[in-house]
T-cell receptor, first 112, second 113 residues
Framework: AQSVTQLGSHVSVSEGALVLLRCNYS??????LFWYVQYPNQGLQLLLK??????LVKGINGFEAEFKKSETSFHLTKPSAHMSDAAEYFC??????????FGKGTTLSVSS | GAGVSQSPSNKVTEKGKDVELRCDPI?????LYWYRQRLGQGLEFLIY????????KSGLPSDRFSAERTGESVSTLTIQRTQQEDSAVYLC???????????FGPGTRLTVL
């Protein structure tokens, strides 16, 4: 069985500060891991994905995530937050060929 | 090209009525998924179609929920005898194959009064 835990339902940062959104997973098979972003009143958009290639994955809008098998983590980071990064972020896991299992989401607020 | 589309975008219904939600996947995508997003919660998997295989219905919460897919095209999610707890955003996603990322539609916001 697979599951995802996102630590912190709400994260607030100042513009220009480091963004760190935490995600831990459990999976009985080698996982595929994803981060999606949902802007207000919009659908989900893929930020980045890990599919067993490089452990450091770079995505869109300056985000990246590192797969750490020993810690069963896939935390999302961005060196410098922009106001436009304010959104809800979802971590998800799947085994090959299965539906995504999503975390409950983390709302990122960015203040000027 | 065109993304995943869903209709209607909003649906308000009375408790006990049946509703149908439609999803048009990206052309050529063999995999199609339905998810539910209730207020303040993550996405909950409902059902998954892959080509002509039997669908994975393991996420459907009750027998009031059903879904169909015509070949590798349109899918319809039907909720019978709607209840207030069915109020949510229903999201559809498609993928060119199950090992690739899923592309999401904008969702249908269902409100059951």
């Amino acid at each position: 069985a697979q599951s995802v835990t996102q630590l912190g339902s709400h994260v607030s940062v100042s513009e220009g500060a480091l963004v760190l959104l935490r995600c831990n997973y459990s999976s009985s098979v080698p996982p595929y891991l994803f981060w999606y972003v949902q802007y207000p009143n919009q659908g989900l958009q893929l930020l980045l994905k890990y599919t067993s290639a490089a452990t450091l994955v770079k995505g869109i809008n300056g985000f990246e995530a590192e797969f750490k098998k020993s810690e069963t983590s896939f935390h999302l980071t961005k060196p410098s937050a922009h106001m436009s990064d304010a959104a809800e972020y979802f971590c998800a896991v799947s085994g090959a060929g299965t539906a995504l299992i999503f975390g409950k989401g983390t709302t990122l607020s960015v203040s000027s | 090209g065109a993304g995943v589309s869903q209709s209607p975008s909003n649906k308000v219904t009375e408790k006990g009525k049946d509703v149908e939600l439609r999803c048009d996947p990206i052309s050529g995508h063999t995999a199609l998924y339905w998810y539910r997003q209730r207020l303040g919660q993550g996405l909950e998997f409902l059902i998954y179609f892959q080509g002509n295989s039997a669908p994975d219905k393991s996420g459907l919460p009750s027998d009031r929920f059903s879904a169909e897919r015509t070949g590798e095209s349109v899918s319809t999610l039907t909720i019978q005898r709607t209840q207030q707890e069915d109020s949510a955003v229903y999201l559809c996603a498609s993928s060119p194959d199950p090992d690739r990322e899923q592309f999401f539609g904008p969702g249908t916001r269902l409100t059951v009064l």
